[in-house]
């Protein structure tokens, strides 16, 4: 399955909150990603919308405190099946032990509420830089091998060869 911007763009909670879409380039920066003209994003303009200003308004318009939530939401399809993706950005870490796999749980139930429940893929993306996407891959597996198949830790340029 490939990104479909159509789909992300007409999502029912963008057309309520049309702030929360935004260019995925300016959403890696945000989260870390020193961003180079070899990136595969550099010149890319597709839109996503930003998990964290969803859960941002949703919890000012429900005056309630903030959920958890997933960084990045776009639409994906192949012919006419079509889904939404999640993918958090861990593009900061440089150590591991802080990383818990029932947080990322609790982003993505996070995340399936503020969406509505519309459609949500069952494989969930974690990015990483370059650097440390091993010793991620490596963390993740030995901290719960029993969810490693729904978690996958991949760069960037894994990310844009998987969806774009």
């Known amino acids: 399955m490939k990104y479909c911007n159509e789909l992300t763009e007409n999502h029912n909670i963008v057309k309520k909150y049309p702030l929360i879409l935004r260019e995925i380039k300016q959403i890696l920066i945000d989260e870390g990603l020193v961003m180079s003209n070899t990136s595969p994003f550099f010149s890319n303009t597709n839109y996503a919308i930003d998990g964290d200003k969803l859960e941002e308004f949703l919890a000012i318009s429900e ?3 903030k959920n958890k939530s ?13 889904k939404f993706q999640l993918v958090e950005l861990k593009l900061r870490s440089t150590t591991f032990h802080h990383l818990d796999k029932s947080s990322f749980l609790g982003k993505v139930l996070g995340t399936k509420n503020a969406l509505g429940g519309n459609n949500i893929n069952s494989d969930y993306y974690i990015v990483f830089q370059d650097t440390v996407i091993q010793q991620a891959r490596r963390y993740l597996f030995r901290a719960n091998p029993r969810l490693n198949n729904q978690f996958k830790a991949v760069n960037i340029d894994g990310l844009y060869a998987k969806f774009f």
């Open 63 to 65: 005056e309630r405190i």
């Open 70 to 82: 997933m960084d990045l939401v776009f639409g994906i399809k192949n012919n006419s099946n079509h």
